[in-house]
């Protein structure tokens, strides 16, 4: 359980980097495309991955570019999600995407619908509500990001989560995939600055060089350690998977709540907690 435990403070951890790069004044977009230099050089010199996997045939290329694509993008709005909603409803959100590619796997992978998590999916449908809800109306146009963007980190991470269940069926080794991914989002980032240094004249600084590779550096511990985990319990699977998950949000709210002062309301809360039962339901279920 160690490697499960450093794979949620990773996690964590991308959050909180997340949220202090606009204290620091770190520029997001420079700091995500050298987290995919750390990333996709990490994965080269940790992973050694044989690349011949993927000029086969077979090869999920169009899953490949579709997360290439989304990777990024949805980073981007995870940096706006924790900006303006907060470390706990957004670590939240992202961990109740599991709904998306859940019901995926229903519609698209033939699973078939039991009570249990039937029951964990409408648990988390009125998670998330409760987590978005405001109490009281606002026209500030922050305030309406701060439901908006968790909504769109829900539906992002749960595309991305169908996209790798996508290239998994395919058969490609994952440290191939992995190696794929990071280097097609790290071209669509580096595609995102070129048009803001064209449009915005946006220049590269080193403090968001360092910020990005400490980034790179946390995102990758995430993947890399869930899946020691996984490899060190291979017979507890669902023990995992809710322990990472349970853990982020836990986590996730006590760093939210006690380092950063966000303030939840009691729905906000009730939410939290909605989650963190859902997600244990459908572990277990």
Known sequence: MVYVLLSVVCSVLVSVLLKLARRLSVDV????????????VLTATVFHPSLSALTSPQAPWLGFIGLGLLLPLIFLALAASVSSAGIVRTDAAQRLSLLISLLAAFVLFGESLSVGKGVGIALGLAALLCMIWRATPTSNANGERS????????????????????????????????????????????????????HDRTFFTLRDAVAGLLLGLANFGNIVFYLRGHRALPDHPSLVFASMNLGVVALGAVVGTVAFRERLSWLNGLGVALALVAIGVIAWS
């Open 147 to 198: 439901w908006l963007w968790p909504c769109v980190v829900f539906v992002g991470f749960g595309l991305i989560d169908i996209l790798f269940k996508r290239v998994a069926v395919a058969g490609t080794p994952f440290e191939a995939s992995l190696q794929a991914m990071f280097a097609l989002a790290l071209v669509v980032s580096l595609l995102i600055l070129l048009w803001r240094r064209w």
């Open 29 to 40: 977009g420079q700091a995500i495309a050298w987290n995919y230099v750390a990333a996709s």
